[in-house]
């Protein structure tokens, strides 16, 4: 069984503060992407990987980074968390081609 | 227009009871399609991938039309924990997933 895990499931930061979420999958995938996740406005892609040290932007990266200095780990990191930010947080990963499996979320709140 | 869209619903529907989900998308050069299904508060997890000549899972039948442009979601002998939020996924380009916004289905006793 795929198993892809995130440091938390509830996060209450301050607003200008770094944020860091991480997420580990067990399976040797090549790719990782995370995802949030807002009512009304579905799962928009922030960023993804298809390697070590690689890195591409999703459709919404502004205020965020990543990254993956090995195969099983994927950062999300807020540099200054803002109010706006505070969302459900999904990270995912698959093999080469083929669907993606999803970690439990993170819900962040930006006081 | 989004690129992948959904009647959010909610669905209400009595247990026992055949229901549908249809969706559509923008891109005509989508490679691959698919139906996840999310729990409240729950990540999203697949439910099955959907194939040119349509495919069946016990009571779950997913059919595409590439020529109209949309997929299509059918649930038979509903049951309550069918309860969930129905997610339309393509992928237009290598491992790139667009997701609809998703519909709701509530199944009631």
């Known amino acids: 069984d795929v198993k892809v895990t995130q440091s938390s499931r509830y996060l209450v930061k301050r607003t200008g503060e770094k944020v860091f979420l991480e997420c580990v999958q067990d399976m040797d995938h090549e790719n990782m992407f995370w995802y949030r996740q807002d009512p009304g406005l579905g799962l928009r892609l922030i960023y993804f990987s298809y390697d070590v040290k690689m890195k591409e932007k999703g459709d919404i990266p502004e205020g965020y980074s990543v990254s993956r200095e090995k195969k099983e780990r994927f950062s999300l990191i807020l540099e200054s968390a803002s109010t706006n930010q505070t969302s459900m947080y999904l990270c995912?990963?698959?093999?080469?081609?083929?669907?993606?499996?999803f970690g439990p979320g993170t819900r962040l709140l930006v006081l | 227009r989004k690129e992948v869209e959904q009647d959010p619903g909610p669905f209400n529907v009595p247990e026992g009871a055949t229901v549908a989900f249809n969706c559509t998308y923008s891109?005509?050069?989508?490679?691959?399609f698919f139906w996840y299904r999310q729990d409240c508060r729950k990540e999203p997890k697949l439910l099955m991938s959907?194939?040119?000549s349509g495919n069946e899972d016990g009571r779950f039948t997913a059919q595409l039309n590439r020529a109209s442009q949309y997929i299509s979601l059918l649930i038979r002998d509903s049951k309550l924990s069918d309860s969930a939020t129905y997610l339309c996924v393509v992928n237009n380009a290598g491992n790139m997933l667009t997701f609809g916004g998703g519909t709701r289905l509530m199944v009631k006793p």
């Open positions: 959907v194939y040119s």
């Open positions: 891109n005509s050069a989508s490679q691959s």
């Open positions: 995912a990963s698959s093999p080469l081609w083929e669907t993606q499996y």
